[in-house]
């Protein structure tokens, strides 16, 4: 299906929206090479210049205008777009992109009802990053195994633009099937792969690696702040995926908002735990994490005893 004169690019993930914009130029220069790209942006908009950029040019040929930034339009762009709508260009494409808010919704809903493809680029929530993630490597060609892919959102997935630009960075650096060691060898140093490592052993009932894993982290630099997060964050973990019952992975994942290897994970580590014991460790995670953010004197002293009443509580002494 061709592309129609106009195209709607809406939702706050940029990347998503960048790819969205570039990929539907792509597919308009298919068909029409000479294609000229006019970009204007709403927040420094100038009153009729879109009407100048959409006017026929006396040489001919096709044009395709991207709009960016329609939450951030004002009053001379919102009347420009209105009236271009109204009786739409030959030969032209128009290209509208808005990230969020009800800025613009007039223009927006002009758009819809004029028959533009909507294209929709919704926030990637932390529990699709992995599946994000393996789209990325199949996208370039390259499996990765599910614990690699859960290493490395753990690493770098806080952001979708630098999840994508790891991947890759792998697929560009490496050769085979990503698995784990790949994925450590390059990413292994991050902060929060270096908190999951902790919160895992302790998480696992091995104060002595949880320990040693700690203090190799605070020697290297890394805040205990984030350290606390990534061990509450494991601990909520276990408690959701305990009282989801037994369910499918994928079921389970779906039900608490999670990625199905976080369920795998949280599963295998629940051997050894009770409801008591999760209580107890949960509590020691709240202190150290008051502690750490201003209320103690030591926040390494409070981590290391955190760390210790997660393992004792798991092993129930």
Known sequence: MPVPPLVLVTGPEDLLGERALTSTLEELRSTQPDLEVVRLSASTYTGGELLLQTSPSLFGGSKAVVVEGLEELGDD?????????????????????????????????TLRKQGARVLECPAVKDHE?????????????????????GALVQAVGKDLRELAAACAQLVADTEGTIDETVVERY??????TTGFKVA??????????????LRHAISTGVDPVPIVAVLALQLRQLVKVGAAGRGSPAQVAREVGMADWQVKRARTALAG??????????QAVAAADLEVKGGGRDPVYAVERAVLAITSARRGR
Do not use: C, M
């Open 273 to 282: 735990w009770d409801g008591t014991g999760l209580g107890r460790a949960i």
């Open 77 to 109: 762009l919102q009347t420009d777009l209105l009236a271009y709508l109204a009786a739409p260009a030959d030969d032209v494409t128009l290209l509208a992109r808005h990230r969020n808010g009800q800025r613009g919704k007039k223009v927006l809903d």
């Open 129 to 149: 990053k992995s599946g994000f993630a393996q789209h990325e490597f199949r996208r370039l060609g390259r499996r990765a195994t599910p614990e690699a892919v």
């Open 200 to 213: 895992e052993a302790a998480v696992a009932g091995d104060p002595a690696e949880a320990l040693r894993l």
């Open 187 to 192: 990413h292994g140093g991050k902060v929060e």
